[in-house]
């Protein structure tokens, strides 16, 4: 588990729930990475277009604090 979250959506010393957003980063991530691994060689699949516009806010707001 990911940030201690006591399980439902806070965190075990707060009640944030930046837990469950790392866990959903992670996930996308993880499922891109597996994905890619898993489909070598075959033809890829089509891609989300609401993912796609989730993963490139996520993005530019990264890129956003990082100067």
Do not use: F, H, W, Y
């Not at 588990?1 to 439902?8: L, Q």
């Not at 959903?24 to 796609?52: V, W």
Request: no cysteine; glycine share 16%.
């Amino acid at each position: 588990m990911i940030g201690g979250g006591t399980g439902n959506g806070q965190a075990a010393s707060g009640g944030s729930m930046s837990g469950n957003v790392m866990e959903a980063l992670l996930a996308m991530l993880l499922n891109d990475k597996i994905s890619s691994e898993l489909g070598a060689g075959a033809a890829p699949l089509p891609r989300n277009p609401s993912a796609d516009a989730l993963r490139s806010r996520i993005q530019k707001d990264l890129d956003a604090t990082k100067g």
